[in-house]
């Protein structure tokens, strides 16, 4: 089965200190991963994908085919990170994501 | 390019009330799809839509219906609304591995 597990509901951290938003996820084949994100008031909207290796906005995630993971991680948290990060899996259908549920990260000042 | 739009943006429903809610991009995305959002379940794919012509169910399918009038539109229709389907309902259009996504639908049913 697939399935995208993100174990955290909330996490609240203060600004400069390290983030890390974890993602693990359930499939057999070759998965495409990617974290959305949904700031307040504005539309979920792509973040990254693993397979550009990218960094945006300071943020990176790296695949982890051992651990089956693929946290999001940021060096020093921004006040304006604050939002809700989804993880997505995309697997057997090209047609279809599926989404964890969701992470609201809270950046203290 | 307004990109994905949906109406309306509220709406409140008595139990057993139908309504639909409207889904239109102008991308020329051929997949589109209908989530909900609920707290602590993130999004669940409700039901997709492929291409023109063709539509499949999702995760939660059960209590909603779905049409694709055309390329670019994609209505959701709850027949008799029920309290449990009090929740955020977001339209999204797909194109290469990106999801583009609606501003959501606030329903709440009583």
């Known amino acids: 089965a697939q399935r995208v597990t993100q174990p955290e509901k909330l996490l609240s951290v203060f600004k400069g200190a390290p983030v890390e938003l974890k993602c693990n996820y359930s499939y057999s084949g070759s998965p495409e991963l990617f974290w959305y994100v949904q700031y307040s008031r504005q539309r979920l909207q792509l973040l990254l994908r693993h397979i550009s290796r990218e960094s945006i906005k300071g943020f990176t995630a790296d695949l982890n085919k051992g651990e089956t993971s693929f946290h999001l991680k940021k060096p020093f948290a921004q006040e304006e990170d604050s939002a809700m990060y989804y993880c997505a899996l995309r697997g057997d259908s090209s047609y279809k994501l599926i989404f964890g549920s969701g992470t609201r990260l809270l950046v203290r000042p | 390019n307004a990109g994905v739009t949906q109406t309306p943006k509220f709406q409140v429903l008595k139990t057993g009330q139908s309504m639909t809610l409207q889904c239109a991009q102008d991308m020329n995305h051929n997949s589109m799809y209908w989530y909900r959002q609920d707290p602590g379940m993130g999004l669940r794919l409700i039901y997709y839509?492929?291409?023109?012509?063709?539509?499949d169910k999702g995760e939660v399918p059960n209590g909603y219906n779905v049409s694709r009038l055309n390329k670019r539109e994609f209505s959701l229709r709850l027949e008799s609304a029920a309290p449990s389907q009090t929740s955020v309902y977001f339209c999204a259009s797909m194109a290469g591995d990106t999801q583009y996504f609606g501003p959501g639908t606030r329903l709440t049913v009583l």
């Open positions: 839509s492929a291409s023109e012509g063709t539509t």
